[in-house]
């Protein structure tokens, strides 16, 4: 069955979309609507090759999926005929819990269940609902479908995804390792079982996706055995600007010795950490780099710091994993980053990766950098988060 399907990633100031042609899976237009509800909105997208750029006031989100629709649907810029033809939509939602294993048709019940999980994405889920019910009213005739960043994650065992604090938390608070990214982690796993012709039932892979944010996910059988990223985003590997493990008792030490208020810890470990809090320079890789060519020794340290915690992670989950076929490196950093990657299994050989300086040698496309005899192939896959959506909402609406 024909149809196009449009993907929408909802933030709490903008909607991030494309639009896709399927089965073909032909991305006919993409753009992003950024400060909504603020001074200077504006929508930059790109339509049949074209790009273009609308500045005008968007109150709301209401307000700014009529203006991407009636982009999208402008006849005199090659635009889709009739909206009908958008046959269903695919919301990036971030947390779905428990609840969902898989993605879903949204009905009442699901967008509750999606309701029902604000308290552990308050920043996330209340701009993906609200992206929810605009679509569904902007495009009544369209099947709405959720894709959640944290199903991939729900076939982790429990002896991975509990806390070793009283069991009560889990029972009543549902306090555990949930897991995010899982929408690319799965998408890099499949693409990884197509390039080395595995079944993907067969296939065990370490994915990292290093990007703003960064997570890494051991892979058993095409399924996630274990992730860095816990009850929330920040746990696990350093990020941008979020510092990832550290010892929990930070927290407390502050409040005692700085006074500082809990909310304000917070903002700190989420915002002012990480590459950023450690250089001083930048959360962005590569300014830290520029900064440390420059000989900036704390973007330097940054730097360091990022690939070590990474390659630790990567020894951890090769134990877990005892057979690994695959390193895949993915998102800004981890399909850009030819040095980090190098630095990341640097001395790496016994554990069985061995990176190819020449091959290693690439931004952006995929590509296996590894030598020829490396025990474990080393690939680097661009994430196509979006696709994913499109195949998934696709699927349930062509059912
Ligand atoms: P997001 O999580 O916001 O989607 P991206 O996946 O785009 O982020 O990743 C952004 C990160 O990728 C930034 O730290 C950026 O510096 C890094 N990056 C992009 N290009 C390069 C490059 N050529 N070398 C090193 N890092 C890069």
New binding site residues.
């Given amino acids: 069955m024909s149809m196009k399907v449009l993907v929408i990633n909802t933030g709490s100031s903008s909607i991030k979309f494309e639009l896709f042609q399927m089965p073909e899976e032909k991305v006919e237009a993409s753009g992003l609507l950024q400060r909504i509800g603020e001074e200077g909105s504006e929508l930059s997208y790109s339509l049949k090759g074209e790009k273009y750029k609308i500045a005008q006031k968007v109150p709301d989100h209401g307000v700014g999926l009529k203006l991407i629709i009636s982009a999208l649907t402008d006849g005199e810029k090659g635009g889709i005929e009739d909206i009908s033809e958008i046959g269903a939509v695919g919301h990036r939602v971030v947390h779905g819990g428990e609840a969902f294993a898989k993605t879903a048709k949204i009905d009442a019940d699901v967008l509750q269940a999606v309701r029902d999980h604000i308290d552990l994405a308050p920043l996330h889920n209340p701009p993906n609902i609200l992206g929810i019910e605009v679509a569904t009213s902007a495009l009544p005739k369209a099947l709405q479908v959720a894709v959640f960043d944290t199903s991939f994650h729900q076939s982790i065992p429990p002896h991975a995804y509990l806390y070793p604090v009283p069991y009560e938390l889990y029972e009543n608070q549902r306090v555990r390792r949930y897991g995010f990214h899982g929408t690319s982690h799965r998408y890099v796993t499949q693409r990884a079982a197509e390039l080395l012709d595995k079944p993907i039932e067969e296939l065990n892979v370490i994915t990292a996706?290093?990007?703003?944010?960064?997570s890494i996910t051991a892979v058993r059988g095409g399924k996630s055995v274990d992730t860095s990223m816990g009850l929330t985003p920040l746990e696990g590997l350093m990020m941008?600007t979020r510092c990832g493990d550290i010892d929990p008792a930070l927290i407390a030490f502050l409040e005692r010795t700085q006074k500082m208020s809990v909310g304000d810890i917070d903002k700190l470990l989420n915002k002012k950490s990480g590459?950023l809090g450690i250089s001083g320079v930048?959360?962005?890789?590569?300014?830290?780099?520029e900064a440390a060519a420059k000989g900036n020794e704390r973007a330097q340290i940054a730097l360091e710091m990022y690939a070590y915690r990474v390659k630790k992670y990567v020894g951890a989950y090769t134990a877990v994993l005892g057979r690994v076929d695959a390193l895949v490196f993915?998102?800004?950093?981890?399909?850009?980053?030819?040095?980090?990657r190098a630095q990341v299994l640097e001395n790496m050989e016994p554990l069985g990766y061995k990176i190819d300086p020449e091959r290693n040698a690439v931004?952006?496309k995929e590509a296996d950098v590894s030598t020829a005899d490396s025990p474990i192939r080393v690939l680097v896959i661009p994430?196509n988060e979006e696709l994913m959506i499109a195949r998934d909402t696709y699927v349930l609406a062509s059912a």
């Fill in positions: 996706h290093l990007g703003n944010g960064a941008g590459l930048s959360n962005d890789m590569r300014t830290c780099e993915t998102a800004g950093a981890g399909e850009n980053g030819a040095e980090l931004r952006g994430t």
